[in-house]
């Protein structure tokens, strides 16, 4: 929902029935009351104003102007200003009088509320659906550090990195889970880890790094190697090896090596630890 009416919303005799009641069974109503004679209300009401666009429309901000609204007012039982009340299914089910902090408005409307992650985190399980493993990693790693690394998130993220064989950053991201939320789902994915490793690469990568073994100075080789790494999903190994050749020779094929590595980085996606890590060590070789 983007429509600011479809988050924050002046409740009169008109819309009052509607809004705060049958509304309620479709999403939380966040009721305000309010006046212009109120300071508590001109300091809290931005305060709401601003949760509630950040949940763009995970529940509706409903500002009552009790001066204005007396009926409505006397409805809720509304004895002093400003007053907040959280109304479920018809319901007020919690709420708060008087003047509070943005935490600890926060902290009471979290127990009604999606949190911020959710989102992400179901966008990047759709993503994962189509197979496109590239997309939701991005979303993934938001939902992963907005969360303080929650545990369902961090055991999708690392079954992300590893459909994208960035099994390197899948096992850190394993290993940052406490041993008492070891569970069978992390038992799995750690499997999953050494599966991969151990298995077989292609032909043609497995004749690119023998041939590179004996000759390990072979730059047109190892850009060769590279690119069988990039196709096969193998990210960091192809950058890996790109780098190594920008080291030995920054205009290694005319920039045609510079470009490819660019482009491998940027086929990352912004934000990326990854993409990040190869642009410092870029950005050491040229300044």
Not at 176 to 183: M, S
Request: net charge negative.
């Amino acid at each position: 929902m983007n429509a600011a009416a479809d988050i924050i919303v002046d409740i009169d005799e008109t819309n009052a029935a509607r809004l705060l009641i049958e509304e309620s069974h479709q999403r939380p109503v966040v009721v305000d009351f309010w006046a212009d004679w109120c300071e508590p209300c001109k300091v809290l009401m931005p305060v709401l104003e601003k949760i509630a666009n950040e949940y763009n429309g995970a529940f509706l901000l409903a500002k009552v102007n009790a001066d204005q609204q007396q009926m409505i007012t006397q409805q809720f039982g509304v004895r002093s200003l400003p007053t907040v009340m959280v109304i479920q299914d018809g319901q007020p089910v919690d709420g708060f009088a008087g003047a509070q902090s943005e935490a600890q408005v926060r902290e009471m409307l979290a127990k009604y509320l999606p949190k911020p992650w959710d989102g992400l985190l179901q966008m990047a399980q759709e993503a994962m659906a189509n197979g496109d493993f590239g997309a939701a990693l991005g979303t993934l790693r938001q939902a992963w550090e907005d969360s303080g690394q929650e545990h369902e998130i961090t055991l999708a993220y690392a079954h992300c990195l590893i459909e994208a064989t960035r099994l390197d950053e899948a096992e850190q991201v394993l290993d940052t889970v406490r041993l008492a939320d070891q569970d069978p789902t992390w038992e799995q994915l750690k499997a999953q880890v050494t599966l991969k490793r151990e298995a077989a690469k292609s032909p043609e990568i497995e004749a690119l790094e023998q041939q590179l073994e004996q000759d390990p100075d072979n730059r047109e080789l190892r850009a060769q190697l590279a690119v069988a790494y990039s196709g096969n999903g193998y990210a960091r190994e192809a950058l890996e090896n790109l780098f190594l050749i920008l080291k030995a020779d920054i205009n290694h094929a005319d920039g045609a090596t510079k470009k490819s590595f660019l482009d491998a980085i940027a086929s990352l996606g912004k934000g990326d630890p990854l993409a990040a890590e190869y642009q410092r060590k870029l950005y050491s070789l040229l300044y």
